[in-house]
C-alpha cells in the first residue's frame, strides 16, 4: 500500500507528483466516499459560487444607497445612525446572525423558509449545479421564485457583516470624490444630482469598492461554510464539514486548493478590471 500510494518516496518527490496531478485536476480521492474529490467539489461549488452571487447583489443593494445617502447627509442625525448600525453589523458573527434569523424570520414569523434549495416536493434536474439557473432553465418561474425565497435568508445572512466594509470604503470615497474641484465645476454647469453622482462621482470613488468586492468574495467563501450548515445548503462548506468530520484530510486539502485557487483568479480578475477602468493606473504600468 506504501508502494501504491507513493509514500515510499522522498517528500519532495511526494510533493511534486501532488502538483502534477494538481495541475490536470486530480485532486485524489477521497477516504470516506471512495469517489473522486475533483468530481465531489464540482458538484457541490456551483451552489456555493449561486449562494456568494447572490449574497454579493444583496450587499451592493443595500450598501451603495447607504453610502451614497450618508455621503449626502454627512454630520447629521441620519448618518450617524446608520454608522452606528453598520459598525454593530460588520461585528455579529456570522453563525450567530444565521441562528437569530433562521429562529425568528423563518420559524417565528414565516417569512421566509428554514432550510433546504426547494420546498420539500419540489424536484428540478440538476443541469448546472446552480439551484435557480436549474430552474430558468427547466422554464418553471413559480420553481425560481421558490428557489430565491430559499436563498435571500441565507445569502442576506452572509452578505451582512461585509456590507459594513463595503459602505464604509464607499462613502470615504464619495465624500472625498464630493470635495473635489471638478464636481464643483459639474455643479457649477447645472448638471442635476442624480446625473452627478451617476456620471461623475460613483465611477471615481469605485476604485476602492471594486478591490473590496473582490476580497469580500473570499471571506464570503469561507463563511458559506457557516452559512450552509445553518441552512442546510449543500455547497462547497457543507462538503469541508463533513470531510472534517469524517477526518478526511485529501478532501479537506483538496477544497481548499480549489478555494484558494478561486481567491487568486478573482484577484487577478480584480487588477484586470481595474486597469481596464482607470487610465491612470495604465499609465503607471507603462512608466514602470
Known amino acids: 500500500m506504501r508502494v501504491y500510494l507513493g509514500l515510499n518516496k522522498p517528500w519532495p518527490v511526494q510533493y511534486l507528483t501532488f502538483l502534477g496531478h494538481a495541475l490536470r485536476g486530480d485532486l485524489g480521492t477521497s477516504i470516506s466516499s471512495?469517489?473522486?474529490?475533483?468530481?465531489?467539489?464540482?458538484?457541490?461549488?456551483?451552489?456555493?459560487?449561486?449562494?456568494?452571487?447572490?449574497?454579493?447583489?444583496?450587499?451592493?443593494?443595500?450598501?451603495?444607497?447607504?453610502?451614497?445617502?450618508?455621503?449626502?447627509?454627512?454630520?447629521?442625525?441620519?448618518?450617524?445612525?446608520?454608522?452606528?448600525?453598520?459598525?454593530?453589523?460588520?461585528?455579529?458573527?456570522?453563525?450567530?446572525?444565521?441562528?437569530?434569523?433562521?429562529?425568528l424570520l423563518a420559524t417565528d414569523l414565516q417569512i421566509f423558509p428554514i432550510s433546504g434549495e426547494f420546498s420539500p416536493h419540489i424536484y428540478v434536474p440538476d443541469r448546472t449545479g446552480m439551484s435557480l439557473v436549474d430552474a430558468l432553465l427547466g422554464g418553471s418561474v413559480p420553481i425560481f421564485w421558490n428557489g430565491l425565497c430559499h436563498l435571500i435568508l441565507p445569502a442576506t445572512v452572509l452578505a451582512l457583516p461585509f456590507t459594513a466594509q463595503l459602505y464604509r470604503a464607499l462613502r470615504t470615497e464619495i465624500i472625498k470624490v464630493l470635495d473635489s474641484e471638478y464636481v464643483d465645476a459639474a455643479r457649477a454647469k447645472g448638471l442635476s444630482a442624480s446625473r452627478l453622482m451617476l456620471a461623475h462621482v460613483l465611477p471615481n470613488a469605485g476604485g476602492p469598492a471594486i478591490t473590496i468586492?473582490?476580497?469580500?468574495?473570499?471571506?464570503?467563501?469561507?463563511?458559506?461554510?457557516?452559512?450552509?450548515?445553518?441552512?442546510?445548503?449543500?455547497?462547497?462548506?457543507?462538503?469541508?464539514t463533513n470531510?472534517?468530520?469524517?477526518?478526511?484530510r485529501f478532501a479537506v486539502i483538496g477544497g481548499v486548493l480549489v478555494i484558494g485557487a478561486i481567491i487568486v483568479a478573482i484577484s487577478f480578475l480584480v487588477d484586470v478590471v481595474q486597469l481596464a477602468r482607470d487610465p491612470r493606473l495604465r499609465g503607471l504600468q507603462a512608466v514602470k
Open 34 to 103: 471512495h469517489t473522486s474529490i475533483t468530481s465531489g467539489i464540482a458538484q457541490v461549488l456551483p451552489e456555493t459560487i449561486q449562494l456568494v452571487i447572490v449574497g454579493l447583489v444583496i450587499m451592493v443593494v443595500i450598501a451603495v444607497p447607504a453610502a451614497i445617502a450618508s455621503a449626502l447627509r454627512r454630520r447629521r442625525a441620519s448618518d450617524a445612525v446608520v454608522r452606528v448600525g453598520v459598525v454593530v453589523a460588520s461585528g455579529l458573527p456570522t453563525f450567530w446572525l444565521a441562528l437569530i434569523a433562521q429562529l
Open 213 to 240: 468586492l473582490g476580497a469580500t468574495v473570499a471571506m464570503m467563501i469561507g463563511s458559506a461554510i457557516l452559512v450552509e450548515s445553518v441552512f442546510g445548503l449543500n455547497g462547497i462548506g457543507a462538503y469541508l
Open 243 to 248: 470531510a472534517v468530520n469524517n477526518s478526511d
